[in-house]
């Protein structure tokens, strides 16, 4: 297996080559693009030429995030590049369209924090211990000397403290809250921030989560709580894609709930179900992986083929199955 790349020799990378590009994962969350952006913002000041991707661009509830305009999405020309850079991605076809725009890559890099990451590319360095893939920049800019602006500080704290659930989970550790105290001083204004993750939803949210809480079903005798949502409903509501993100919390945060799990019914017959755990027993990452997907051990997801109803039985068998051993 391919060995970790010490981040001093990707820190040598980043300073002796030139044309670079910078890529993360479909559906992207906090993580995704704070680091992204992070990290474009840091090779400009190194005078680097940067493109930086997202499948989707940069989505409006991210347009806080200082920097975003760097953002686009893929072009539909492919492009040659010396270095490729892979943050924050599990498996390279989460990068989605951004994999067939790069036409030619001297080096492709792969920095993340999945533990079942396949460690594609060929400067590769995976920290599962680490609660955001967004901490280990971090470790790279400051321990490396690389440039490290107030702008980036914002970033990073977004990256880290959406993945961490605020710095509260089980992934969150002494040297998290170092590095948060770290980008405070570099310029990070909390409240303003936080205000700004956490308390700027727009009311289609709260009105999807009304319908969705009507889906609320308990399984395997109550530890297991599911919601879902199904295309009809989403259009009537005029729901986004990225509007559910985060309302599983809500389920899980349910006393004596150990998994819950989201069911979104897409286009083309394909489910996405997102899946969380509160209780180290139960693995969300090899639920998932049994469907094709992946993720964290308490936090982890897929797209299943099937029809939603299908897919919803399925999965709640699986999840049965895990908990009661039935
Ligand atoms: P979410 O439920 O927020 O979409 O994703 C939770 C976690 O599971 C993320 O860390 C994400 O990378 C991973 N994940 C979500 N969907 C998929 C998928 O389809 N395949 C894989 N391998 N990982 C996924
Ligand atoms: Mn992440």
Not at 212 to 220: A, K, Q
Request: hydrophobic residues 40%.
């Amino acid at each position: 297996m391919k060995t970790d790349t010490p981040l001093a020799e990707i820190a040598e990378v980043l300073r002796t080559r030139q044309r670079f590009a910078i890529m993360s994962h479909v559906r992207p969350d906090g993580d995704a693009l704070g680091c992204t952006i992070a990290m474009a913002l840091c090779l400009r000041q190194l005078g680097k030429d940067v493109v930086a991707w997202n499948e989707e661009g940069v989505l409006e509830k991210f347009h806080y995030l200082p920097g975003h305009e760097i953002v686009t999405q893929p072009p539909a020309e492919p492009q040659e590049v010396e270095v490729a850079i892979v943050l924050d991605t599990s498996v390279q076809d989460r990068i989605g369209r951004c994999l067939p725009a790069v036409k030619h890559a001297d080096v492709w890099i792969n920095i993340d924090h999945h533990v079942t990451n396949p460690r594609f590319g060929d400067l590769v360095h995976i920290d599962p211990s680490a609660p955001a893939t967004g901490q280990i920049l971090y470790e790279l800019f400051r321990g490396c000397d690389l440039p490290l602006t107030y702008e980036m500080a914002d970033n990073l704290y977004v990256a880290i403290s959406t993945d961490t659930g605020s710095f509260q989970y089980s992934g969150t550790t002494a040297r998290t809250y170092e590095i948060a105290a770290e980008l405070i001083r570099a310029g990070v204004n909390v409240a303003d921030l936080s205000r700004k993750m956490y308390e700027n939803y727009p009311r289609r949210r709260l009105e999807l989560l009304r319908a969705l809480l009507n889906t609320l079903r308990f399984t395997s005798a109550d530890r297991c709580a599911s919601i879902a949502l199904t295309q009809a409903v989403a259009a009537q509501l005029g729901a986004l894609p990225e509007d559910n993100e985060g309302l599983i919390d809500h389920i899980r945060a349910i006393q004596g709930v150990q998994v819950a799990a989201f069911f979104e019914e897409l286009p083309e017959g394909k489910v996405r179900l997102s899946l969380r755990s509160k209780d180290e027993r139960f693995n969300a990452s090899a639920l998932c992986a049994q469907f094709g997907g992946g993720g964290h051990p308490l936090a982890a997801g897929a797209r299943i083929n099937g029809a939603l109803a299908e897919v919803q039985e399925k999965v709640l068998s699986a999840i049965d199955h895990a908990i009661t051993g039935n």
